[in-house]
């Protein structure tokens, strides 16, 4: 990589959560949950900066206390629950652009995904700088019998079609082709892209496969117990 390359990491933590009330900053194992994405963030050498993105100043204070940078408050229209992300990302960019910061690309770490591997974050950076790709999505593999391949839709007469739009179905499962689901950890995207083409992922998106055993996403108390349990055997390892 060259070592101008720039990339600028984004904590999103909106104030409102429906599913998990006050879940950013929620103790998980005795840690704000912002705090786990933070310290990813802290040990991967290839984030030139990092930067909370909220709409919540008690957010942003807690954040700040752990030594977050959280140097804006992020306008309300772009914390709604039905507000695409696009929106927070250009504001974290251009606001950092106006102090006279560039960044190549953006890398956003979810807090609701806390649990990274030690150097994912960075093994994510090499493989879509080299790839040059628009973007790159960390992936978990689909279960075989979720492949699209062996999924139905519905018709409007009441039948199914196999949602791949096949005629028949693969017959095996050693026969499908691998299929991922995005598992949030890690989300990378051009600066270039996010900007002159308004979208997240751009036309070549690439993809890292993450591993499963630590993997929740956190948007039930259901989910919130499983993390609990994972965050209490890591912690004892």
Known sequence: MEADYRVLGIIPARGGSKGIPRKNIKLLNGKPLIQFSYESAFGAS??????????????REIGQRMGMYAPFLRP??????????????????????SKGKYFDAVCILQPTTPF????LIDRAIKHFYHLQADSLVTVLPVPHE??????FEPDNNGF??????????????????PAYFRDGAIY??????LLQQGSIYGK??????????????????????????IAARLNNK
Not at 188 to 193: A, H, I, N, Y
């Open 46 to 59: 290839l984030l030139s900066e990092t930067v909370l993105s909220t709409d919540d100043e008690e957010i």
């Open 188 to 193: 990378l995207t051009k600066t270039e892209v």
């Open 160 to 177: 199914l079609h196999i949602s791949t739009g096949e005629e028949l179905l693969i017959p095996r499962r050693q026969q499908l082709p």
């Open 204 to 229: 070549k998106v690439s993809y890292l496969e993450n591993s499963s055993k630590d993997y929740v996403n956190l948007d039930t108390m259901e989910d919130w117990v499983t993390a609990e349990q």
């Open 146 to 151: 979720l492949n699209p391949h062996w999924v």
């Open 76 to 97: 309300a229209n772009l914390a709604d629950d039905q507000a695409p992300a696009l929106g927070y990302l250009i504001h974290a960019v251009e606001w950092m652009k």
């Open 116 to 119: 990274r591997e030690n150097g």
